[in-house]
């Protein structure tokens, strides 16, 4: 059996899974991705198949940016996924539970891209990345985990099913003078009337814009061309929530403002 059909077989056996919505499992053995190249092709045609029911991608994600969840799924770089594009609602928003199979919550700074960035023959570089904004957004990621089991989760597998990405909540897009001040400013996260988190930007790999440089060079690596007028979410500063059905989220941004969004 070629790698072309067992990538096209994998893709098929996620597509199916999501689409029942179906508690998350590893990949079947003869279809798992033994190496990250091969987990992007994956991932790649599961995207392709969500164009196929009419699901386009308007972006991507950098999953995996802690240290401490690399070492739980024995890895050594942060990883991406895509965004698809009937998952993005705008604040304040009313984020549906039934589409999932478990929703979960981060909070992250969003960039939207003023160019393309795509595969080229050297790494990109930092003033690159910074030519390479239009602006950007405090946003909600909206996660699914499918009540995965994390122990003995592989890299790989999360990879192939697209970083567990499930939609976005953007805020009022910013363009700033100042794009440092997003490595100092603070974010809290309030559900139902209570604080449940906070963070700062600098716990997001430092600042916004590394995320966005190891995200591109990332993806890049493997092909994928990250597009002009793209969002890119760039980590989490706080501590993923799972939110209840009829509670109320307000993540404070003190640089962009808020996002909000009720779980129905």
């Known amino acids: 059996m070629t790698d072309t059909l067992l990538t096209e077989q994998a893709a098929l056996w996620l597509d199916d899974m999501h689409t029942r919505l179906a508690r998350y499992q590893p990949l079947p053995e003869k279809l798992a991705p033994d190496s990250l190249a091969a987990a992007y092709k994956v991932q790649q045609a599961l995207v392709r198949r969500f164009r196929l029911r009419g699901l386009q991608p308007l972006g991507h994600k950098i999953a995996l940016s802690a240290r401490k969840m690399q070492e739980l799924v024995n890895i050594d770089r942060p990883v991406g996924g895509a965004i698809i594009a009937d998952r993005l609602l705008t604040s304040p928003a009313r984020v549906k539970s039934r589409l999932y199979g478990r929703l979960g919550v981060e909070c992250e700074v969003a960039v939207r891209l003023s160019r393309d960035l795509a595969p080229s023959d050297e790494p990109y570089?930092?003033?690159e990345i910074i030519a390479a904004v239009d602006c950007v957004s405090a946003a909600f990621e909206i996660v699914d985990d499918r009540h995965a089991d994390y122990h003995g989760l592989s890299a790989f597998d999360l990879v192939a099913d697209n970083a567990w990405n499930a939609g976005i909540v953007i805020g009022e897009p910013v363009q700033l003078e100042d794009w440092g001040s997003l490595s100092t400013a603070t974010a809290s996260l309030v559900v139902d009337g209570e604080k449940v988190g906070e963070g700062v930007g600098s716990d997001a790999?430092?600042?916004?814009?590394n995320g966005l440089l190891t995200l591109a060079n990332e993806l890049t690596a493997h092909g994928i061309t990250l597009k002009q007028g793209e969002w890119v979410l760039t980590g989490a500063v706080i501590?993923?929530?799972f939110p209840d059905v009829g509670s109320e989220l307000v993540y404070s941004h003190d640089v962009l403002g808020?996002?909000?969004?009720t779980i129905v």
């Not at 790999?205 to 814009?209: A, E, I, L, N, T």
């Not at 808020?258 to 969004?261: D, F, I, N, Q, S």
Request: hydrophobic share 35%.
């Open 125 to 127: 570089t930092e003033a």
């Open 258 to 261: 808020e996002v909000r969004a």
């Open 205 to 209: 790999m430092g600042h916004p814009f």
């Open 239 to 241: 501590r993923t929530q």
